[in-house]
C-alpha cells in the first residue's frame, strides 16, 4: 500500500529533551516537507527537500532541523524543544520533481512540549 | 510575500451546493490546490488549477481566475461525510518549492 508513515505518532516530552520525529514513504517521491498544524492558522511549511541531500527552508524553519540521506526518510529533529512547538506535525510527499504537487501526507504526530 | 484568504466557516445543506472562495496574493503563482481534512484525519489532495477555468472531479469542482488571484471549491450534491476542512494552497514565489496554506475552511453539511 502506497503510504507516508510518521513517528511516533504522539509524544509528549519535556523542554531541551532532543527528538527526532521519522518520516519514510514507499512511493518513490522525490518532494518532501514538514508542516505544522496549530488551530486558526492552518498548515504551515516547516521544511522542504527536493531529492537527496536538497532541503530548504519553509515557512517557519526555527527551531528545527532536517536531513534527507535517503529518498524515501525525512526526519524532523528538534534539538531543543520548546513549548512554543507543542503542535501537530504532518509530514508529506510527492512525485513530482518540479515541488509541491498533490501531496500525500503521512497521519500526524501530536507533540506535546511541557 | 504570500497571503491567502478563506471564509473561516461555511454551513449548507445535505444536498445542496456550497462554493469555498480564496483569493490569494503571491510574488509568483504556480497553480492553486485544494485539500480536505476531516477532524483527527490528515489533508488529502482534492484537486489543482495551474490554468484558468473550472477542473471537474466528481461532486467537486475547483476554479481559477489568475488575472482576479481566485479560485474557489465547488461541491455538489453535498453528503454529511463532506462535514470537513478546506484548504486553498500557492507555491512560494517564483523559483520556489515551497507551499502555503490558507487557513481553512470548515464546512459543516447539516440535514
Known amino acids: 500500500e502506497a503510504q507516508v508513515t510518521q513517528n511516533p505518532r504522539y509524544l509528549i516530552t519535556v523542554t531541551g529533551k532532543k527528538l527526532t520525529v521519522t518520516c519514510s514513504q514507499n512511493?518513490?517521491?522525490?518532494?518532501m516537507s514538514w508542516y505544522r498544524q496549530d488551530p486558526g492558522l492552518g498548515l504551515r511549511q516547516i521544511y522542504y527537500?527536493?531529492?537527496?541531500?536538497?532541503?530548504d527552508k519553509g515557512d517557519v524553519p526555527e527551531g528545527y532541523k532536517v536531513s534527507r540521506k535517503e529518498k524515501r526518510n525525512f526526519p524532523l529533529i528538534l534539538e531543543s524543544p520548546s513549548p512554543n512547538q507543542t503542535s501537530l506535525y504532518f509530514c508529506?510527499?510527492?512525485?513530482?520533481?518540479?515541488?509541491?504537487?498533490?501531496?500525500?501526507f503521512g497521519p500526524g504526530t501530536r507533540l506535546t512540549v511541557t | 510575500g504570500q497571503s491567502l484568504e478563506q471564509p473561516s466557516e461555511v454551513t449548507a445543506v445535505e444536498g445542496a451546493i456550497v462554493q469555498i472562495n480564496c483569493t490569494y496574493q503571491t510574488s509568483g503563482f504556480y497553480g492553486l490546490s485544494w485539500y480536505q481534512q476531516h477532524d483527527g484525519g490528515a489533508p488529502t489532495f482534492l484537486s489543482y488549477?495551474?490554468?484558468?477555468g473550472l477542473e471537474e472531479t466528481g461532486r467537486f469542482s475547483s476554479f481559477l481566475s489568475r488575472s482576479d488571484s481566485y479560485g474557489y471549491l465547488l461541491l455538489q450534491e453535498l453528503q454529511m461525510k463532506d462535514s470537513a476542512s478546506y484548504f486553498c494552497?500557492?507555491?512560494?514565489?517564483?523559483?520556489?518549492?515551497?507551499?502555503?496554506f490558507g487557513t481553512g475552511t470548515r464546512l459543516t453539511v447539516i440535514p
Open positions: 508529506a510527499s510527492s512525485l513530482s520533481g518540479q515541488g509541491p504537487y498533490e501531496q500525500y
Open positions: 494552497a500557492v507555491r512560494g514565489q517564483t523559483g520556489a518549492n515551497n507551499l502555503f
Open positions: 512511493m518513490n517521491h522525490e518532494y
Open positions: 488549477n495551474g490554468l484558468d
Open positions: 527537500s527536493m531529492n537527496v541531500e536538497v532541503t
